[in-house]
């Protein structure tokens, strides 16, 4: 029987190799330290191999390896390379200006489990030529020991290996994709009530940063490539809805119907490798997630792991669109419903807050890579929003919305009928259409309870709740750099 050796092509990462070397040809300065973590033979591409080891004899006599030296040095090379020096120089740079703020060391590691990997692979197909030629069984045992003793990682002798204080280097920020919003492989989590906009705000951004345009007048600093789970819209008419959103199809938004974390984590990880995700949405986090008991920290924790483990491996970011609690007395933070451990271990906590029928508030309450902020919007139909304009008419509107919910929920403790909040208001300075609508607001996110027609009272415990936390800074900005009338403060 004849037995064939070939087992495929061995584990290789081009795009970790272009990556790495096209951002220390573009800045030597601030990346060539990472010539010293990766091994010589670790680039299997030959022209990546080529310019990898020109750099480092380069690095050896001090010269720099800027991409006119390197093209200069490689063509005068007696070893000539087959392939045109210069254009490939140029595209390797071009790729790493348009994927900055990519995590490097990431790229580093995965250069180096490929090399490891690939050691792995050699030794299999020895085993499988020795198998096959019918060598003794002591070249073949020798063979699986070998295979037995290889190390998954070729850093893996430095994991444990601490580092002194004393050789701590300052490491660059780390830039943002979008807004304080999006960054590399950090995990986010969007609160909302049902029916406010979530799933289409997130749709839009991802839509607006398939072709790098502004959304809500804030740029991109690249192109992102979308994996959409979505388990909310019906099949039927999300065509229709993308169509809506950006006029076209984008090639690099693409559609997953649903996944099952507890089997099929390795297999999204191998998928965003090989399609080069940036960013990965749950939609909704409660679907994808399965839990069999939605407040237990324990499972939450132990699906939290797996994304880690996705961020990690793909340096994607991950978006959990999740719906938000009833509760009016848990802190902003912890907004969405179910277990806190998903909240507390997320990047970065957002919640989207209606303040009228057409006006949205992004407020982002936790933030590990920047300060919270808060974004307005308008909803343009059912299908698009654009960023309110920062006017005095419509700044002072919302402030004095806010202030008379903040009012009302301090006189309705005991119930209070309609005309009886519009009466106190109205000595307050509050507009009746204000007061309408901020009651109208209230109840829509639970703060206010009716009772029965024209009637309502504070729902239990939301008096230790605010409408607006007091500590977000947005009623004191507004008022110092739109100049509110002074009364709309006074209580």
């Known amino acids: 029987m004849e037995f064939k050796s070939n087992i495929g092509i061995p584990p290789r990462a081009l795009e970790s ?36 080891k020109c750099i480092i004899e380069l690095n050896q006599i001090g010269v720099p390896t800027d991409i006119v030296t390197l093209n200069d040095y490689i063509t005068k090379n007696k070893k000539t390379p087959k392939f045109a020096v210069s254009a490939y120089l140029t595209e390797l740079v ?32 020895k085993i499988i030529d020795a198998i096959q030629n019918r060598n003794e069984d002591e070249v073949i045992n020798n063979l699986i020991q070998e295979l037995a003793t290889t190390p998954d990682n070729s850093l893996a002798s430095n994991n444990l290996t601490p580092i002194p204080a004393s050789e701590l280097t300052d490491q660059p920020k780390l830039e943002t994709i979008w807004g304080n919003f999006i960054y590399p492989g950090s995990i986010v989590q969007i609160n909302s009530a049902p029916g406010v906009g979530k799933s289409t705000f997130i749709y839009n951004l991802c839509l607006h940063g398939a072709s790098k345009e502004d959304f809500l007048e ?64 749950f939609d909704t986090q409660s679907r994808i997630f399965k839990m069999l008991q939605e407040n237990d920290n324990s499972e939450a924790n132990s ?17 959990l669109i999740h719906h938000i609690t009833k509760s009016t007395e848990t802190k902003d933070v912890y907004r969405g419903r179910g277990a806190s451990a998903i909240s507390a271990a997320v990047d970065i906590v957002t919640n989207l807050e209606p303040v009228d029928k057409e006006i949205l508030k992004l407020n982002i309450v936790k933030n590990r890579l920047d300060v919270p902020s808060v974004i307005y919007m308008k909803k343009i139909g059912d299908d698009k929003f654009e960023r309110c304009k920062e006017d005095h008419t419509k700044v002072n509107t919302v402030s004095e919305l806010f202030k008379a919910q903040e009012f009302i929920t301090s006189i309705t403790k005991n119930k209070l009928s309609t005309s009886e909040i519009l009466k106190h208001g109205k000595e307050k300075g509050y507009s009746e259409r204000t007061l309408r609508r ?12 009716k009772v029965k027609r024209g009637e309502y009272c504070l ?23 739109h100049q509110i009338p002074e009364f709309l403060y006074d209580e």
Not at 21 to 38: A, V
Not at 303 to 319: A, H, R, S, W
Not at 438 to 449: D, H, M, P, R
Not at 459 to 481: F, M
């Open 17 to 52: 190799e272009k990556l790495i070397l096209g951002n220390i040809i573009r800045n030597s300065e601030k990346y060539l330290h990472l010539i010293e973590d990766i091994n010589k033979e670790a680039f299997q591409d030959s022209k990546h191999s080529i310019i990898f």
């Open 303 to 319: 699906i939290m792991n797996k994304l880690y483990k996705i961020t990690t491996e793909t340096d994607c970011t991950i978006i």
């Open 438 to 449: 901020a009651i109208s607001t209230l109840v829509e996110s639970g703060k206010l309870e």
């Open 218 to 281: 804030i740029p991109f600093s690249q192109k992102i490539n979308t994996l959409y789970i979505d388990c909310e819209t019906p099949k039927y008419f999300r065509k229709e809805k993308i169509e809506k959103i950006c006029g076209k199809l984008p090639k690099n938004f693409h559609l997953l119907n649903d996944i099952d974390l507890s089997s099929d984590t390795n297999e999204l990880i191998k998928l965003c490798k090989n399609h080069s995700y940036d960013l990965i949405i």
């Open 459 to 481: 729902c239990h415990n939301a008096n230790k709740s605010n409408p607006i936390p007091e500590n977000s800074g947005i009623l004191a900005q507004t008022k110092e750099e």
């Open 94 to 125: 071009e790729n790493a200006r348009l994927t900055v703020g990519i995590n490097l060391d990431f790229q580093v590691k995965s250069l180096n489990k490929a090399n490891a990997d690939k050691v792995k692979w050699t030794t299999c197909y």
